[in-house]
């Protein structure tokens, strides 16, 4: 807060797709897109029942991925990427409307109780990294839409550099912090790039039907 000051022996930087202008450079080193999920309403034993019945996650092969998984509650919740619009919302959801009947037909004219978004971070190599550009500075993130478990990997070993364990004895190498090339560009066309991708799974899809 205004005219107070925290005093640690190290700081942890964990922003991955919200990362702003705090750390120099940062910001640029990620290409910042949306995760975007459905939930439906919570179904019976009987209707999700036959669909998950393990409890397993399952996902697709195409350009625009979509994944979809059974929550405890018995909804079925569908999943994929998404982008900003310029009104400051989120878009891609269409897309899933239109997809998971095809992906569990049992399930068409499913009603939707919520959704939601979030930022992930994507990096050139698609690999996350861990940073330290000013002594006693960690910064761990971009795990390119796999944070739930990557997260929790990285976490764990910005912890042990915290408690002094050295750059050469964890699993990330410690590096600069790069700069993604035409990171611009990419962020001002997601829209578009992501409605021809979607436009090129549906003529194969089609063409396999």
Not at 142 to 150: F, H, P, T
Request: charged share 25%.
């Amino acid at each position: 807060m205004a005219g107070h000051e925290v005093t640690a022996a190290s700081v942890i930087i964990a922003t991955n797709g919200y990362s702003d202008s705090l750390v120099k450079g940062l910001k640029q080193s990620v290409l910042s897109l949306y995760s975007k999920q459905m939930a439906t309403d919570p179904l019976s034993e009987s209707e999700i029942g036959p669909i998950l019945p393990q409890g397993h996650m399952i996902s697709d092969t195409k350009r625009l991925i979509m994944y979809t998984r059974r929550e405890p509650g018995g909804q079925m919740c569908f999943g994929g990427i998404g982008f900003s619009d310029r009104r400051g919302g989120f878009g891609g959801f269409g897309w899933i409307e239109k997809d998971a009947p095809e992906t569990v037909p049992s399930r068409k004219g499913v009603k939707w109780c919520c959704k939601w978004s979030g930022r992930i971070a994507l990096t050139e190599d698609r690999v996350p990294h861990l940073h330290g550009p000013a002594p006693d500075l960690i910064v761990g993130l971009e795990y390119n839409g796999r944070g739930v478990a990557m997260s929790h990997v990285m976490g764990r070993e910005l912890a042990r550099r915290a408690l002094d364990t050295s750059a050469e004895d964890l699993p990330f190498p410690v590096t600069k912090i790069p700069s993604y090339k035409f990171r611009t560009s990419q962020v001002l066309g997601a829209g578009l790039a992501m409605a021809v991708l979607r436009r090129r799974d549906q003529m194969e899809w089609k063409s396999d039907a």
